[in-house]
């Protein structure tokens, strides 16, 4: 899956594996919004590496612990 990465304070569009574990979700967006702790990592407040963002809206598209994708 494409996603959003954040280290070194650049955030690049990079290829990232798919949810596999339990308690993880593919999730398709609909809708993201970017929050002041997305932008204050960004400007190096926290040194933060990995996807940021935490307000979304969106389909789950498949769960690595079910065999259902429609929960």
């Known amino acids: ?4 990465w954040l280290e070194n304070n650049q955030i690049s569009l ?3 594996p ?10 398709k967006v609909r809708l ?6 997305d932008l204050e990592l960004v400007k ?5 590496t990995g996807i940021p963002g935490h307000e979304f809206v969106g389909e789950v598209v498949s769960l690595p612990d079910s065999n259902d994708s429609r929960h």
Do not use: H, S, V
């Open 1 to 4: 899956m494409r996603a959003l």
């Open 14 to 16: 990079k290829e990232t």
């Open 18 to 27: 798919n949810p596999a574990q339990t308690g993880e979700a593919l999730i």
């Open 32 to 37: 993201a919004g970017i929050c002041g702790t």
């Open 44 to 48: 190096g407040y926290y040194p933060y």
